[in-house]
């Protein structure tokens, strides 16, 4: 094999590990064979979004730096946009894009494009390859960095032209490098965690606050352990709701924008809130009111950014999440600490009848002649300890976010931000875990990337896809009618009548149309058992009104 650009970009990622790499082709063909002759899958998508998308899900749910590709120019442009999430997700994406040849820099090329600089908000480091010979050890800081806390996505700009040049003549080779470093982790003074549990102690309404941090961290058993031990109750961000399992006895259920009444409500209620792995942002915190003001608030995050926010800290500790819940745990455990009794005997009681309601509203809409989303999720949890679930965002995140039921640690992925995600990433997520996934969209959602169902069947992908289906942008359509005065824009919010089961069979999967929770129960126990991607189309209610604030003001929310 003759050592070019392209050989020595394949023997960073094949050293740091890499088995994946997402892509949608775009012309630097040396690139393609260099990577499969190191034996590195490449993983076609139809659109660089998509890819971008893919690489992320995989990102998150292995906990792998995943790289992905664009072309020049416009598949560059592309690549920028999708890595929005994987900023928010601090997902560990590597984006490699071909730049314009050196020898064509301001001749009005084709496809020339001032891309570089794009890519500055989307990322945590931005490089370009002014060298060939450095472009592998380029490659190797790239994903060195993005694997470094505060994780998040990294890119590197290659003029197209370098890639079949000759490379570094001492580029270590697969083997020769040592794996990509697990920083150190910062550990916690010991008298900020006396401050922490004092502070706990002596609060008569303490709440600890779970973000997506403990989930990174994998911190959720000494969570458990600690809400068990001191009698704390427990919320969730929807990032941090799969750090904890649904069976909790103490656990209260989602806060802030997408989220329960009862959960928003304890958390007004706290007096001392210790805030794990979130950021106090405004999604979480909806629109920064929980918690009030005259709470304590202690936050532990190991990103020094994340502490600076709209709350007047009390405490504020950096330092890694996991290490910092053991040493919580052991001073409880010496101490013998226990919070007040009956306040966690008050949360839970609101938590038992938030949930005899729940039940009430699925046993109320179960004869509507429109399918609910209640009952969609109320079915699919029959199978929350079998599957790992991947939901758009939206109304998609609001219902998932605050019904589903978390059976085991890390089950649930969720677009921050980004309607169309759920989707490509929902694909990713496949390939990192052996259990079947099912992602969760709306008709709106699935339109970004409806193609990418072939990718999943040239690849073997087993995933179900369940798209809830109301023909139209529903939560643009309640903002209109609920906060302007039913000034309904019909041409702004609604889609023709499409059956997606069809469009699925002709790509290639397996497909089901259903209108009621029979036909539903049979084709998700089908898709359950099928070795193919599976499509349900789930004709839903449009009128059908998910757990969001959005509309407090107006109108009292039931869930």
């Given at each position: 094999m003759t050592n070019n650009v392209a050989t020595d970009i394949a023997a960073s990622l094949k050293t740091a590990g890499v088995e994946n790499f997402f892509l949608l082709t775009g012309g630097d063909q040396p690139l393609w064979i260099a990577l499969r002759d190191a034996g590195i899958r490449m993983v076609v998508g139809r659109s660089e979004a998509s890819a971008v998308y893919m690489a992320d899900g995989y990102a998150r749910a292995s906990g792998r730096v995943t790289p992905t590709y664009g072309q020049a120019g416009p598949g560059a442009a592309n690549v920028a946009a999708a890595l929005a999430d994987s900023v928010w997700a601090q997902s560990p994406v590597f984006a490699l894009t071909g730049a314009t040849a050196t020898q064509a820099v301001h001749m009005n090329e084709y496809q020339d494009l001032d891309q570089h600089i794009i890519f500055g908000p989307v990322t945590k480091w931005n490089g370009a390859v002014a060298d060939p010979g450095t472009a592998g050890d380029l490659v190797w800081q790239a994903l060195q960095i993005a694997a470094t806390p505060t994780r998040g996505p990294t890119h590197l700009d290659i003029p197209k032209n370098f890639f079949g040049m000759p490379g570094a003549p001492d580029t270590p080779r697969a083997g020769s490098r040592r794996n990509i470093a697990e920083p150190s982790k910062i550990r916690p003074l010991a008298s900020e965690i006396e401050a922490a549990v004092t502070s706990l102690k002596n609060a008569q309404r303490p709440v600890l606050f779970v973000g997506e941090g403990v989930r990174l961290a994998s911190a959720w058993t000494d969570l458990a352990l600690l809400s068990d031990l001191a009698g704390i109750p427990i919320v969730a961000t929807a990032g941090g709701k799969p750090a904890v399992l649904a069976s909790h006895p103490n656990f209260c259920g989602v806060v802030g924008r997408y989220s329960s009444v009862t959960a928003n409500a304890l958390l007004a209620e706290a007096d001392c809130v210790l805030a794990l792995g979130t950021r106090l942002g405004g999604l979480a915190t909806n629109g920064y009111s929980l918690p009030n003001r005259s709470a304590t608030v202690l936050q532990i995050d190991h990103d020094s950014q994340a502490l600076?926010?709209?709350?007047?800290?009390?405490?504020?500790?950096?330092?890694?999440?996991?290490?910092?819940?053991?040493?919580?745990?052991?001073?409880?455990?010496?101490?013998?600490?226990?919070?007040?009794?009956?306040?966690?005997?008050?949360?839970?009681?609101?938590?038992?009848?938030?949930?005899?309601?729940?039940?009430?509203?699925?046993?109320?809409?179960?004869?509507?002649?429109?399918?609910?989303?209640?009952?969609?999720?109320?079915?699919?949890?029959?199978?929350?300890?079998?599957?790992?679930?991947?939901?758009?965002?939206?109304?998609?995140?609001?219902?998932?976010?605050?019904?589903y039921p978390i059976a085991r640690y890390d089950s649930f992925f969720r677009a921050i931000g980004s309607l169309g995600w759920a989707l490509p990433a929902s694909l990713g997520v496949q390939m990192a875990r052996q259990e079947k996934?099912?992602?969760?969209?709306?008709?709106?959602?699935?339109?970004?990337?409806?193609?990418?169902?072939?990718?999943?069947?040239?690849?073997?992908?087993?995933?179900?896809?369940?798209?809830?289906?109301n023909s139209a942008l529903a939560f643009e359509y309640h903002e209109q009618k609920y906060r302007w005065n039913g000034n309904v824009v019909a041409e702004a919010n609604d889609f023709g009548k499409i059956d997606f089961a069809m469009a699925a069979t002709a790509l290639g999967a397996q497909g089901?149309?259903?209108?009621?929770?029979?036909?539903?129960?049979?084709?998700?126990?089908?898709?359950?058992?099928?070795?193919?991607?599976?499509?349900?189309?789930?004709?839903?209610?449009?009128?059908?009104?998910?757990?969001?604030?959005?509309?407090?003001?107006?109108?009292?929310?039931?869930?």
């Open positions: 600076v926010n709209a709350y007047a800290l009390s405490l504020a500790i950096r330092a890694d999440l996991g290490i910092s819940l053991a040493d919580i745990l052991n001073v409880v455990k010496q101490k013998g600490m226990m919070a007040s009794r009956d306040w966690l005997t008050h949360c839970r009681t609101q938590v038992e009848g938030w949930t005899v309601h729940h039940k009430q509203q699925i046993k109320a809409v179960a004869d509507n002649a429109a399918l609910s989303p209640l009952s969609v999720l109320d079915e699919l949890s029959r199978y929350a300890t079998e599957v790992t679930l991947v939901a758009d965002t939206g109304y998609m995140a609001a219902w998932t976010g605050v019904l996934v099912v992602c969760i969209t709306g008709d709106g959602g699935i339109g970004y990337h409806l193609a990418d169902i072939e990718t999943a069947v040239r690849y073997q992908l087993p995933v179900v896809i369940l798209v809830m289906n089901a149309k259903v209108n009621n929770r029979e036909e539903f129960s049979a084709a998700l126990a089908q898709a359950m058992k099928s070795s193919v991607p599976f499509v349900i189309d789930v004709t839903i209610d449009k009128e059908a009104f998910p757990p969001v604030t959005n509309f407090d003001a107006v109108m009292e929310r039931k869930l």
